[in-house]
């Protein structure tokens, strides 16, 4: 478990945060660019509307994909508590 000042700490969160709204945000447009080039075409797979089928199928594969990106290179260990917090001078509070 790492050792990070409160300051390293706030960028830390910022940081994952950030890229758990980016993965968000890419899921999202995953489903409306699958909802507008398949909505009105009517077709069927697995007995529903075929852009439903491909955005959900989709949408798990980029989520599951994602979260392991996310856990090797963004996400650290660290203790949330500032009982365990460093100061700046190197020393954890006492």
């Known amino acids: 478990?790492?050792?990070?000042?409160?300051?390293?700490?706030?960028?830390?969160?910022?940081?994952?945060?950030k890229a758990t709204l980016i993965l968000a945000i890419i899921c999202c447009a995953w489903?409306?660019?699958w909802a507008l080039?398949?909505?009105?075409?009517?077709?069927?797979f697995l007995g529903i509307?075929?852009?439903a089928s491909i955005s959900c199928f989709g949408q798990f594969?980029?989520?599951?994909?994602?979260?392991?990106?996310?856990?090797?290179?963004?996400?650290?260990?660290?203790?949330?508590?500032d009982e365990n917090a460093v100061e700046e001078g190197g020393k954890a509070h006492e």
């Open 61 to 81: 594969i980029i989520m599951v994909i994602g979260a392991r990106i996310l856990l090797n290179k963004v996400f650290i260990d660290f203790d949330y508590d």
């Open 37 to 44: 080039i398949l909505g009105k075409s009517g077709t069927m």
């Open 31 to 33: 489903h409306i660019l």
């Open 1 to 17: 478990m790492k050792k990070l000042t409160r300051e390293e700490k706030a960028a830390q969160c910022s940081k994952e945060i």
């Open 49 to 51: 509307p075929a852009y």
